[in-house]
């Protein structure tokens, strides 16, 4: 009968198109989701699903499907938020909000989950357990709504969590995971410099903080090339130095942000620490006052290794073993985190690129929109060989 479920999904692929370019059109910055959410649960409401609630964690929408045959209970997650950056795609369903846009594929991610939930109700009387959908809110910027949703009882009685990114950096037809490590931690950083203004032509008489900051930049070069060990991963990168005005004046103040990445929580430590020391004592050769605030975010992404193969064998049962792949872990940060800490789990990338693919969280960003098509495929496969491999593990 999944079969025929994952049949189904053809018919629906044009509303799914539809409703994606809906909600491209229509961005939602993180925490400032109003009109997606409601959206969200109209159409699952509309579909039939009468197990609805709103506002979990804060914006979240929570359903859940009972199917007529018994099993696990299953967790299905997409995020809706968008990216604040212009849409500079030349589109008939380009943003219709200045400044914002779905950057990232969220937009999609949402489509491919609703739809994915219609097939599934449409069948629930063949479909083995539960299925939960978690339409989470603010995935793009911290704390996060992965974290309040599960404070509020999302993950409650769910025994497997699934969740997937379309990529479009990696070739559609394709999936792509790995167990273990698989997303780093994502911290973020701000550097204070305090020093003295004054003119540009005496600068005897100023405690320069670009000369401070600039020496601060060098030597946090050497934290992760002199201080981890080249086995472990890690990333310091500086993403902004603000500082000055006239031409002739030395300001008084400088502010360098950047971001973190890691694995592990002792390399995480570890980084954090050696940064305030460098920080402060560098400031104190300068005589200025340097101050680091160190913010963690996500925390890193961490696959189960049973539910990972399960992602597997359904990419190889759909698409082919060729187009099953490993793939290396990646520095960058997903809070889907958090429900692989609290249940067994796995995330997985689906291939959404074509030849002139941008990357994400660039203006120009689009995906291949079949890929949604193959996602919700494997939702579907997943439920089937997760109660498949079930049933042999037991």
């Known amino acids: 009968m999944y079969g025929k479920m994952i049949e189904q999904l053809e018919t629906e692929y044009p509303q799914m198109v539809e409703w994606r370019r809906y909600f491209h059109e229509n961005p939602e910055l993180s925490f400032q989701e109003v009109e997606t959410p409601k959206k969200i649960a109209g159409f699952l409401r509309d579909i039939g699903i009468e197990e609805i609630e709103e506002g979990v964690g804060g914006r979240g929408i929570v359903a859940k499907i009972h199917g007529g045959l018994p099993g696990k209970t299953i967790a299905l997650r997409a995020d809706f938020d968008a990216l604040p950056i212009q849409d500079a795609k030349d589109v008939p369903y380009k943003s219709k909000v200045d400044g914002v846009s779905h950057a990232c594929g969220h937009d999609a991610h949402t489509s491919t989950l609703l739809h994915t939930a219609k097939v599934l109700h449409d069948n629930r009387e ?21 974290k309040p949703m599960i404070e509020a009882g999302c993950l409650e009685g769910v025994d497997e969590v699934y969740g997937t990114h379309l990529w479009s950096m990696f070739p559609v037809g394709s999936v792509f995971t790995k167990s273990g490590p698989l997303m780093a931690s994502s911290d973020r950083f701000t550097i204070e410099i305090d020093g003295k203004g004054g003119h540009g032509a005496l600068p005897h008489e100023t405690i320069d903080p670009i000369v401070c900051g600039s020496a601060v930049v060098q030597n946090l070069q050497q934290v992760v090339s002199r201080n981890v060990n080249p086995l472990e991963s890690a990333v310091l990168s500086l993403g902004a130095f603000e500082s000055g005005g006239p031409f002739n004046v030395i300001p008084s103040h400088a502010s360098i942000l950047g971001t973190v990445r890691t694995f592990s929580r002792d390399v995480q430590v570890s980084v954090k620490k050696r940064m305030t020391e460098i920080v402060e004592h560098t ?3 300068y005589g200025a006052t340097c101050s680091l605030n160190y913010e963690e975010g996500y925390p890193a992404l961490f696959n189960h290794e049973k539910e990972t193969t399960y992602v597997k064998r359904a990419a190889e049962d759909l698409f082919g073993a060729e187009h099953s792949l490993e793939m290396d872990p990646m520095m960058g940060g997903e809070d889907f985190a958090y429900y692989l800490l609290d249940k067994p789990g796995a995330f997985f990338f689906t291939g959404a690129g074509h030849k002139d693919a941008y990357p994400h969280h660039h203006p120009n960003f689009d995906i291949e929109e079949t890929a949604m098509l193959q996602a919700s495929k494997m939702f579907i496969k997943l439920i089937e060989v997760s109660h498949e491999e079930g049933v042999s593990d037991g």
């Open 126 to 146: 063949h479909l083995n357990g539960t299925i939960v959908l978690i339409h989470q809110f603010a995935e793009e910027q911290t704390p996060g709504g992965a």
């Open 283 to 285: 400031g104190k050769a």
